[in-house]
């Protein structure tokens, strides 16, 4: 096979593939695609100690380097807590260092336009750094067929019909809504899906799953009436995708995110109405539209790419905290 490009050797930050959330199957998904799309003489190392290699690359925020050792790439998925420090207090420092990090990397990846306008404003990157390459859908989210459907039905203890929300449910997120969603009239019963803790067990009047694999996630998907998607802030939305890969409707707020990623599949609503959020997801009907044809393998194909300017670029500046603009 001929190169346009020559042989890479990138450290690949992998530890953030455990988690359950986003942000695991993002790591996964794209190491896994990565592997598939390297071309001859590529290498992709999975460590978080690069050495002698051309490129690190931190696909979470939790790895990226104050003092990287050559040219590191991070994926910024998004800049919430720096957008909402009022509710992110907790952990305020710790982003405070990681977003430092992420500055001096010599190129950001990001997954939507909406991120890389919040990166120029937040963190003053210069969008000439910046790559955005959206995320996709794992080849295992596909419409179930309805066998697959009733015994997940079955398995989980889920009604006939309902309604589905789908995401990380350790600890109240503000920005998700889930509580809000939770409390706003509907007719139909609403199925939460994540690993869930103490203060989302106490959610009344919904059906609560847990973490699930994906053979049953896709079969929840599937029979699933609509999708029901509260966030007032993404930074891409991915489940709102998942959902239409399975055939199932989407309702959502109407957020920068998920105008871009959804470009018209989703039916959206003004932010924090609940109440038009939920009946536009009763009202949904099938077939939904079909999920962008952006997969994963075109992400990776891109993210090589993305190495390939950061071997050639170098390393920036280090840079200090910069200031604020205002």
Not at 59 to 80: E, K, S
Not at 166 to 192: I, Q
Not at 243 to 263: H, N, W
Request: glycine share 8%.
């Amino acid at each position: 096979m001929s190169h346009s490009r020559p042989p890479l050797r990138v450290a690949y930050d992998s530890r953030g593939a455990s988690d359950p959330r986003g942000i695991g199957r993002y790591v996964r998904s794209l190491r896994d695609a990565l592997r598939r799309t390297a071309t001859d003489g590529d290498e992709l190392i999975e460590t978080s100690r690069p050495r002698r290699v051309a490129v690190y690359h931190s696909p979470w925020i939790d790895g990226a380097q104050l003092r990287p050792r050559g040219p590191m790439v991070v994926t910024l998925h998004d800049l919430i807590p720096l957008k909402r420090r009022g509710e992110y207090l907790r952990t305020g420092l710790r982003f405070r260092l990681r977003y430092l990090a992420v500055r001096r990397a010599a190129r950001v990846v990001v997954p939507t336009h909406a991120v890389a306008a919040d990166a120029a404003e937040l963190l003053e990157l210069d969008p000439a750094r910046v790559d955005v390459i959206p995320e996709a859908v794992s080849p295992a989210l596909r419409p179930a067929d309805p066998e697959a459907v009733a015994a997940a039905r079955e398995l989980y203890g889920l009604p006939e019909r309902y309604l589905l929300w789908v995401g990380g449910l350790e600890h109240p997120d503000p920005r998700k809504r889930v509580a809000a969603l939770v409390d706003a009239p509907r007719r139909l019963p609403l199925v939460l899906v994540g690993k869930h803790a103490r203060w989302s067990a106490e959610l009344r009047d919904v059906h609560l799953t847990g973490h699930v694999p994906d053979q049953d996630l896709a079969a929840i998907y599937t029979g699933a009436h609509a999708l029901v998607f509260p966030s007032d802030d993404e930074g891409f939305g991915l489940p709102t995708v998942e959902a239409l890969a399975c055939g199932t409707p989407v309702a959502a707020c109407d957020i920068p995110a998920l105008r871009e990623v959804l470009g018209g599949r989703a039916a959206l609503v003004p932010t924090g109405d609940m109440a038009s959020l939920v009946a536009a997801a009763e009202a949904a009907a099938r077939p939904a539209p079909p999920p962008p044809e952006w997969t994963w393998d075109d992400a990776a194909r891109a993210t090589w790419r993305t190495y390939a300017r950061a071997a050639a670029e170098g390393a920036p500046p280090a840079t200090g905290p910069g200031r604020r603009r205002r």
